[in-house]
């Protein structure tokens, strides 16, 4: 059996939480008395168990954070936004995939609170009450992050970026630019913020601006360049006049409907305009390059996780949303009208 802490602190002559506070440096100790203590965990070569400590401290320093799909970019963003607080305020995140299952990341929740996590970041596809409700009886703080729930009023601390007024901002964006008959080419509806938000914010910019489109204009899709292909393929072969415009829910959606219409020997911009929504870092490198809508993932990520050790410290206030601001990046796959 390996060293213990009360093996250290018996050689040592110290309690078991006066090594813990040596360790953990959360209160003062002699210099003397540290030295001592350090002399014996060398001697030892004793490497505290996290899980240990935590008994004593009621701390591990491990945030979890839970996300859909480990390989999608927009992801792989937002955890390096998070990392780099968690990082240096002396945390280690622990990232975990749950495909966005509503029973494994219920799963994950459980898994984490047995790990004694301090908190979790948590980037669904629904969140429901099912969720909400297991979230708040655990013994650790959530944040949701790059998505709302869809439980009405605020009851979990939210960091994300607005999506109703993103896309409303993009049809206002094309219609200002000439265009009117406007396509949306989105997320599933079962997706609340990606999908059925965004949704929304279309709708509500073509009501506003008086403009009539039929129901083929809009397709909602898997978030990949397959869905966005499949999609503009079906608006395509569905409707005798054809839109001047498509806004889209993604990058990799826009530009597998690119693909499509190039196919179609349909020119991009010249007669259908294309609209991204991410500005992942391959739009720039596509030909021509994407217009599409910015989310700063990783300042979204930082923010997030700086709201999460908030709650962790003791010192956050109500559950509230924020939104972190979007802009929309003009590149070479929008034709100006007029």
């Known amino acids: 059996m390996g060293v213990t802490i009360a093996d250290i602190a018996k050689e040592a002559g110290v309690s078991i939480s006066t090594v813990s506070r040596v360790i953990n440096n959360t209160k003062p100790v002699s210099p003397k008395l ?7 965990i060398e001697k030892n070569h004793f490497a ?20 859909p799909d480990i390989s999608n970019a927009v992801f792989g963003a ?7 607080v968690c990082s240096r305020k002396g945390y280690t995140i622990m990232v975990c995939e749950s495909g966005g299952e509503l029973e494994r990341e219920l799963s994950l929740l459980h898994i984490l609170e047995e790990r004694q996590i301090d908190g979790v970041l948590f980037a669904g596809v629904n969140v429901n009450q099912k969720l909400i409700e297991t ?72 009501r506003e601006l008086k403009i009539s489109v039929p129901s083929s204009y809009i397709e909602q ?12 393929k079906r608006i395509y072969e569905e409707n005798s006049v054809l839109p001047t415009a498509v806004v889209t829910g993604s990058d990799l959606i826009a530009i597998g ?55 962790m410290s003791g010192s956050k206030p109500k559950a509230s949303t924020h939104y972190i601001p979007h802009k929309i990046i003009r590149r070479g796959t929008v034709k100006v009208l007029k």
């Open 34 to 40: 540290r030295e001592r203590v350090y002399q014996v």
């Open 48 to 67: 505290p168990n996290t899980l240990a400590q935590g008994l004593i401290t009621k701390k591990t320093n491990i945030v979890g954070v839970i996300v």
């Open 78 to 84: 937002l955890t390096k936004g998070i990392n780099s």
């Open 135 to 206: 979230m708040q009886k655990k013994a650790y703080p959530v944040v949701l992050v790059t998505q709302e729930s869809s439980v009405q009023g605020e009851v979990i601390d939210t960091v994300t970026h607005d999506n109703i007024q993103a896309i409303y901002d993009v049809v206002l964006f094309l219609h200002e630019n000439g265009h009117e008959r406007i396509a949306y080419l989105g997320g599933l509806e079962y997706d609340f913020s990606s999908g059925q938000k965004r949704l929304k914010g279309y709708r509500k910019a073509l």
């Open 221 to 232: 899709v898997q978030f990949s360049f397959q869905g966005g292909y499949e999609g503009m």
């Open 257 to 311: 409907a690119i693909q499509f219409l190039n196919g179609q020997g349909v020119q991009v911009p010249e007669e259908i305009s294309v609209i991204g929504f991410d500005d992942l870092d391959f739009a720039t490198y596509f030909r021509p390059e994407l217009s599409t809508v910015r989310i700063p993932y990783f300042k979204e990520g930082e923010a997030a996780a700086e709201e999460l050790l908030k709650y």
